[in-house]
């Protein structure tokens, strides 16, 4: 580790974090779940198998990294009800997952939540995609949520994709009013967590389809709530920069004069959308600033920005810190017991690269590592983020 201070840091303040174990999926265990129960907290999971994964308790500080990809599908027969990668900690320490797909691949009347639970400080996603539940495709059913925590006050996203579903049933009633209730399935809910959203994607579910067949007229007793799109994001504060936060699209009740499909339907009702983004704060971060690629041992990490006229300097630290406000200045991201400068990030500002150099050593995988501009005349900015991965 002390290498990549001198690699990285022109001034370093505190000790760096110690590096950590590793184990590795299948060599090492068999599968993710047998890793888990392996691992001791803050060690390093490597998944080298395009196998799917099943549903998986996490209960200790941890950091699972697919290489390259790591897939999670339910690994029962039917339908389960606890989330594909359940949270269960001890309270403290942080989970960080990434390179992960997950997929819904039963069609089920409780849909379970891809990414849930409660029992650490914090959660990091990186590049991780959840792409809509499943859900209502053989009849009623419930909605869910993409990711939804309980009491972890802090989650980051960078460069991930999340969807919810909504509730939602497959058929047209015969001449009756369907009715799927009114609901609110964001695609991120973290309760009054703060969240950090950098260059992802993040959407809420559609409304239900909601209609019926063989009907002269719009059915009595249509519903007008219950056909919504849900939200982005429910969350006490929302810190967001280069992403996409929309709401679902609402419903539109129609009435079939035959089976559906046939002949022009009347337009019954037209639902709209809950906001995007629910939250006391929803702030959007200054500056631009992305990654070019993951840092790898033995290579660089390339950084891209455009920053505000005048002087700016480099922030970092090893993996994201909870937002705290700095008066004068904004919000920083950065963890204080790793927190270093780098030195000058851009003298002038305006358009730039800046290459960091990662020694050679496989023992740095799954660091986490955060970069923030301080600018002289516009303060701190938005920060960017990136795991070390394998070659």
Same mark, same amino acid.
């Given at each position: 580790m002390p290498r990549l201070a001198i690699a990285l840091a022109t001034l370093l303040i505190p000790a760096l974090p110690?590096?950590?174990?590793?184990?590795?999926?299948?060599?090492?265990?068999?599968?993710? +779940?047998?890793?888990?129960?392996?691992?001791?907290?803050?060690?390093?999971?490597?998944?080298?198998?395009?196998?799917?994964?099943?549903?998986? $308790?996490?209960?200790?500080?941890?950091?699972?990294?697919?290489?390259?990809?790591?897939?999670?599908?339910?690994?029962?027969?039917?339908?389960?009800?606890?989330?594909?990668?359940?949270?269960?900690?001890?309270?403290?320490?942080?989970?960080?997952?990434?390179?992960?797909?997950?997929?819904?691949?039963?069609?089920?009347?409780?849909?379970?939540?891809?990414?849930?639970?409660?029992?650490?400080?914090?959660?990091?996603?990186?590049?991780?995609?959840?792409?809509?539940?499943?859900?209502?495709?053989?009849?009623?059913?419930?909605?869910?949520?993409?990711?939804?925590?309980?009491?972890?006050?802090?989650?980051?996203?960078?460069?991930?994709?999340?969807?919810?579903?909504?509730?939602?049933?497959?058929?047209? $009633?015969?001449?009756?009013?369907?009715?799927?209730?009114?609901?609110?399935? +964001?695609?991120?809910?973290?309760? $009054?967590?703060?969240?950090?959203?950098?260059? $992802?994607?993040?959407?809420?579910?559609?409304?239900?389809?909601?209609?019926?067949?063989?009907?002269?007229?719009?059915?009595?007793?249509?519903?007008?709530a219950g056909g919504e799109g849900a939200s982005a994001v429910k969350a006490g504060s929302v810190y967001q920069a280069n992403s996409t936060l929309q709401s679902g699209t609402g419903s539109i009740y129609l009435a079939w004069p035959g089976s559906a499909g046939s002949g022009t339907p009347l337009n019954c009702f037209n639902y709209g959308s809950y906001p995007a983004v629910i939250a006391g704060t929803n702030a959007t971060l200054p500056g631009t600033i992305e990654a070019v690629g993951d840092p790898k041992p033995g290579a660089t990490w390339l950084l891209s920005f455009t920053l505000p006229s005048g002087a700016s300097y480099a922030l970092f630290s090893f993996g994201p810190g909870a937002p705290i406000a700095v008066p004068g200045l904004g919000t920083a991201f950065l963890n204080p017991a790793t927190f270093m400068s780098l030195g000058i990030l851009s003298p002038g500002g305006g358009f730039g690269i800046k290459n960091y150099s990662i020694p050679n050593d496989t023992g740095l995988l799954g660091l986490q590592m955060v970069l923030q501009p301080l600018s002289v005349t516009q303060g701190l900015l938005r920060p960017v983020a990136a795991v070390i991965v394998p070659q």
């Open positions: 110690a590096q950590a174990g590793q184990i590795r999926v299948p060599t090492d265990q068999p599968t993710l +779940a047998a890793a888990l129960a392996a691992a001791a907290p803050n060690d390093v999971i490597l998944v080298q198998t395009q196998v799917p994964q099943g549903n998986v $308790s996490i209960t200790k500080p941890i950091t699972i990294l697919g290489d390259p990809l790591l897939r999670i599908e339910a690994n029962t027969i039917g339908c389960i009800s606890q989330p594909l990668v359940r949270l269960a900690g001890p309270g403290s320490g942080s989970v960080t997952i990434t390179n992960a797909k997950f997929s819904s691949n039963f069609d089920c009347f409780d849909p379970p939540t891809p990414i849930g639970g409660s029992g650490f400080a914090s959660l990091f996603l990186y590049e991780v995609e959840i792409p809509e539940p499943l859900s209502g495709a053989t009849g009623l059913g419930n909605g869910v949520e993409g990711l939804k925590t309980t009491g972890i006050p802090f989650v980051a996203l960078e460069r991930c994709n999340i969807r919810s579903a909504q509730n939602d049933v497959d058929i047209c $009633s015969f001449s009756q009013a369907i009715q799927l209730g009114q609901v609110n399935h +964001a695609a991120v809910d973290i309760g $009054s967590g703060a969240l950090l959203v950098l260059d $992802s994607t993040l959407r809420g579910g559609n409304g239900g389809y909601l209609c019926s067949e063989f009907a002269s007229n719009c059915p009595f007793g249509v519903a007008t």
